[in-house]
Structures are given as C-alpha cells and as structure tokens.
C-alpha cells in the first residue's frame, strides 16, 4: 500500500484547506484510515479518524466542528476538510492506512502553514 499526501500549503488564520491521500496497491486491504500532524518540536498526534465503510469517524478535541474527515473508496482516496484555520493548525499533516494484522503505511507528509 502506498498513501500519498497533497492539498497543503500557506493560508491565513481564518481561512479553509482540503488534504486528499491518495492510495494505490493493495488498496482493498486498507481498514481504517486517518490523519495525523507533527507540529516543529511536537509529538505526531492524533487528528482524525474513519472506519473502513467511512460510517464512523472520531476527531481531536482541538479540531472537533472545524474539520472534516472523509474517504471514497470507489476512488481510494481520503480527504481531510479543514475550516476555520488557526496558526496553531501549522504542522505537517500525514496520513495513515491500516489492514489487517494492524499493519499501518504512512504517507510522505504535506505542510498546512497558518499565517496570523
């Protein structure tokens, strides 16, 4: 499985910006997906998560009402909605697959930049 990032970049506080990753492979194996950031000198944490069937979806109490997570599986793609940016949404913004066995792939990573 290979996950790969896009729709990052420079916005102000404020503003909005739509994360896509993109699968490829063995992309019938993936069950849950989700996306996650690292901030500079932070832990990668948690920001959202979806079920496989995108029924379920959980989210970080620091995003909960502004972001939206979402996934087509007839496209292998997931995306990630964010709204009401804050600076301190800046952070590298990854995401991340698991199939079975727990196994998890990770995407290479895209910058979300909120300028004040």
């Known amino acids: 499985v290979q996950l790969v990032e896009s729709g990052g970049g420079l916005v102000q506080a404020g503003g909005s910006l739509r994360l896509s990753c993109a699968a490829s492979g063995r992309t019938f194996s993936i069950n849950a997906m989700g996306w996650y950031r690292q901030a500079p000198g932070k832990q990668r944490e948690l920001v959202a998560t979806?079920?496989?069937?995108?029924?379920?979806?959980n989210y970080a109490a620091s995003v909960k009402g502004r972001f939206t997570i979402s996934r087509d599986n007839a496209r292998n793609t997931m995306y990630l909605q964010m709204n009401s940016l804050k600076p301190e949404d800046t952070a590298v913004y990854y995401c991340?697959?698991?199939?079975?066995?727990?196994?998890?792939?990770w995407g290479q990573g895209t910058q979300v930049t909120v300028s004040s």
């Open positions: 979806i079920t496989r069937d995108g029924e379920s979806t």
């Open positions: 991340r697959g698991v199939v079975g066995g727990g196994i998890a792939f």
